[in-house]
């Protein structure tokens, strides 16, 4: 069966907050240090909903195997035309190209929600080896590199830094 990209619903929350839940407590690829529960990411996919903007899961083999969603950027209204994109796999489903799948079908449910802007906060280690493949991944989708804020998170003992992209759908 080949995997597929579908908007997500209610019933794949539990999965979702598994797999975030991994990279919460297992890395830095995020700086959350609390795993949001099932409940937490139901309100989230009621919220993105509400505002029209993409939550989308890459299910294979009858699984879900790793989510993409495009958040608000900022509360200020002025910014309501532009997202910060979130992707992520389930442990064991990376290197098959679901990123990919779900990237792109997010840019485009991007561009048909009316979205101008879509930027992506990356996580990174100061060597830069932590991002590499998240940033590889982007610039295949026409992500620039935008900039590069140091040390502004701590987690699992060390500083981490952001890398920021930014990419106009369509």
Do not use: N
């Amino acid at each position: 069966m080949e995997p597929r990209v579908r908007p997500a619903e209610k019933a794949d929350m539990e999965a979702v907050a598994a797999v975030y839940a991994h990279y919460v407590t297992e890395t830095v690829a995020t700086f959350d240090e609390q795993a949001p529960d099932t409940s937490a990411w139901r309100a989230r996919l009621l919220d993105l909903r509400e505002r029209g903007l993409p939550f989308l899961v890459a299910e294979a083999g009858g699984e879900v195997a790793g989510y993409a969603l495009a958040a608000p950027w900022k509360p200020k209204s002025a910014y309501r035309y532009t997202v910060e994109d979130s992707v992520y796999l389930a442990p064991g489903r990376t290197g098959a190209g679901l990123g990919t799948l779900l990237l792109g079908s997010l840019v485009e449910s991007c561009a048909e929600a009316g979205i101008r802007s879509i930027i992506a906060v990356i996580a990174d280690t100061p060597d830069g080896a932590q991002a590499a493949a998240s940033i590889a991944l982007h610039e295949r989708y026409g992500f620039s590199h935008t900039g590069r804020l140091e040390g502004v998170g701590y987690k699992h003992g060390g500083w981490l830094d952001t890398v920021l992209m930014q990419r106009a759908p369509g």
